[in-house]
């Protein structure tokens, strides 16, 4: 089982839909989780960390379910500019293990 | 503030060149990371340097050499480049074991012919 799997997608949403995304990991003792996102041809940079309640930011929720090693991104009112791919990124020490992302389409 | 830099952008190199990628960092971050990114690969940690003096082999190493010259700086070394070395490199800093995530630079476009 890889570290951290994805669904690679692409997911293609109209403007103003709900979309979430999955992301698994392997290593019960991993500590800490964060969703990056990269925009084409740029470096990824950190959307937000997941805490184990649960958080939000704006549009933006993270949920962590450590029992079943699993961790979500919910995007609401989708936004041209949410088009990108998101990272999920899981951390038992140094370093992070990063997935290979799911490609976000927002369309007109 | 710059936070990660990295130098140069983009990079052509023929088969058996040797360069030195650089990356300097002003956040006072301890650890410092050099990944690759290929498509469909994802990112893949090539070294990285939990603090200054110490570097450790990340899953891709093989071809690569590091130096940690300072807390500031960490460079990649191509000592002898490879067409499979054609990539986008990316250097990353954090804070000691990188709880609160990490600061990437904009990346190096790499092309060896």
């Known amino acids: 089982r890889k570290e951290v799997e994805q669904d690679p997608g692409p997911f293609n949403v109209p403007e103003g839909a709900t979309v979430a995304f999955n992301c698994t990991y392997s290593?019960?003792?991993?500590?800490?989780f964060f969703w990056y996102r990269q925009d084409c041809r740029k470096e990824p940079k950190l959307l937000m960390s997941?805490?184990?309640s649960g958080n939000e930011d704006g549009r933006f929720t993270a949920q962590l379910n450590r029992a079943s090693q699993y961790i979500s991104l919910l995007i609401r009112d989708s936004k041209l500019s949410d088009s990108a791919t998101y990272l999920c990124?899981?951390?038992?020490?140094?370093?992070?293990?990063f997935g290979k992302g799911t490609r976000l389409s927002v369309i007109a | 503030n710059a936070g990660v830099t990295q130098t140069p952008k983009f990079q052509v190199l023929k088969t058996g060149q040797s360069m030195t990628l650089q990356c300097a960092q002003d956040m006072n971050h301890n650890s410092m990371y050099w990944y690759r990114q290929d498509p469909g690969m994802g990112l893949r940690l090539i070294y990285y340097s939990a603090s200054e003096g110490t570097t450790d082999k990340g899953e891709v190493p093989n071809g690569y050499n590091v130096s940690r010259l300072n807390k500031r700086e960490f460079s990649l070394r191509l000592e002898s480049a490879a067409p499979s070395q054609t990539s986008v490199y990316f250097c990353a800093s954090s804070e000691a074991g990188g709880l609160g995530g990490y600061t990437f630079g904009s990346g190096t476009r790499l092309t060896v012919v």
């Open positions: 997941v805490y184990s």
């Open positions: 290593n019960s003792a991993s500590q800490s």
């Open positions: 990124v899981v951390n038992k020490r140094t370093p992070l293990v």
